[in-house]
């Protein structure tokens, strides 16, 4: 496909239980970034890549988040343990300059 | 510290209105582009507009229209003849100049009604 996918589309998961989401940037987008909008508020940055280097992870709550992206391309975010208070929309983009392609993203739900 | 205000949490209108939805942020930096996003009942998020500081001048692009105020620190965008299908979120967002993130409003609901 052309734009930016996300998988899985919708996540329902234990409290407790690790998750990881997926993303696949548009092929050849040096940038890739992570984003998360729980209900009602805005998009909140967590963290971004350029290529395979995690350039700014200020945005990850706390050490249950973490992001890999070791080919440059196919990005992970990884959540452990998770809580209810994670339940949001996960979203990634892509970019080669200041244009940002949204993926549909991942709707995580904790119960 | 950088952050966007959108005061207007809802705003509800009525088809062929005119309406102004008020962006204000905060930053040091004299290097930053400004942003507005639109988030339809679908979810999605259409870019609008970008706009970097050194550029003041106000832009229409069909109903649209954005007005950008360093001296308020104001990035307001107004819908002329609103329609139903304006209905969505709108999001004002801020970047600076020596990083990547987008810092981003609360969103005003827009609700234009027939």
């Known amino acids: 496909g052309a734009g930016v996918s996300q998988s899985p589309r919708y996540k329902v998961t234990k409290r407790g239980q690790d998750v990881a989401l997926r993303c696949d940037p548009i092929s050849g987008h040096v940038s890739l970034y992570w984003y998360r909008q729980a209900l009602g508020q805005g998009p909140e940055f967590l963290t971004y890549f350029n290529y395979e280097a995690q350039q700014d992870k200020s945005g990850l709550p706390n050490d249950r988040f973490s992001a890999e992206r070791p080919e440059g391309s196919i990005s992970t975010l990884t959540i452990q343990r998770t809580e209810q208070r994670d339940s949001a929309m996960y979203r990634c983009a892509s970019s080669l300059d200041w244009f940002l392609y949204f993926g549909p993203g991942t709707r995580l739900t904790v119960t | 510290a950088q952050k966007v205000t959108q005061a207007q949490t809802e705003i509800s209108v009525v088809e062929k209105e005119d309406v102004t939805l008020d962006c204000v942020y905060e930053?040091?930096?004299?290097?930053?582009?400004l942003f507005w996003y639109k988030q339809p009942p679908s979810g999605e998020l259409v870019f609008l507009i970008r706009?970097?500081?050194?550029d003041e001048q106000n832009e229409i692009s069909g109903r649209y229209s954005w007005n950008f105020q360093k001296s308020t620190s104001s990035f307001n965008f107004t819908i002329t003849a609103s329609q139903v299908v304006d209905s969505a979120v709108y999001f004002c967002?801020?970047?600076?100049?020596?990083?990547?993130?987008?810092?981003w409003g609360l969103g005003t609901s827009l609700a234009v009604n027939p």
């Open positions: 967002a801020l970047r600076d100049g020596n990083n990547r993130k987008l810092i």
């Open positions: 706009r970097n500081s050194f």
């Open positions: 930053t040091r930096d004299t290097t930053y582009y």
